[in-house]
Nanobody
Framework: QVKLVESGGGLVQPGESPRLSCAAS????????MGWFRQAPGKEREGVSC????????YYADSVKGRFTISRDNAKNTLYLQMDSLKPEDTAVYYC??????????????????WGQGTQVTVSS
């Protein structure tokens, strides 16, 4: 059974730098591209970032480029999203996903086979 479990969300102040984690199980993690997506209230889900199976290539949405960093630890079957300089407009439910395509934005979310349940990130002072 495939499981993707996100953690690290919560209420943060503008400018803070939390890190999201996604623990994966039930799949061959180091064979799969991984991605982070988010859905803000009243908006469609959008791609944030992705990383290829080896970690050799990463891609970002323009809205987070230079502020967010995606990484992975294949030995720990864990995906990360370091979020710096957070803004209120980054408020959303953040999802990790596995097994899809990874290339220049926009991320092709319809190609991802497995999804986590999401973690809420609220940026507010």
């Amino acid at each position: 059974q495939v499981k993707l479990v996100e953690s690290g969300g919560g209420l943060v102040q503008p400018g803070e730098s939390p890190r999201l984690s996604c623990a994966a199980s039930g799949l061959t993690f180091d064979d799969l591209n991984m991605g982070w997506f988010r859905q803000a209230p009243g908006k469609e889900r959008e791609g944030v970032s992705c990383i290829t199976w080896s970690g050799g290539s990463t891609y970002y949405a323009d809205s987070v480029k230079g502020r967010f960093t995606i990484s992975r630890d294949n030995a720990k079957n864990t995906l990360y999203l370091q979020m710096d300089s957070l803004k209120p407009e980054d408020t959303a439910v953040y999802y990790c996903a596995a097994g899809g395509g990874c290339g220049p934005a926009p991320l092709r979310q319809w190609t991802y086979s497995y999804w986590g349940q999401g973690t809420q990130v609220t940026v507010s002072s």
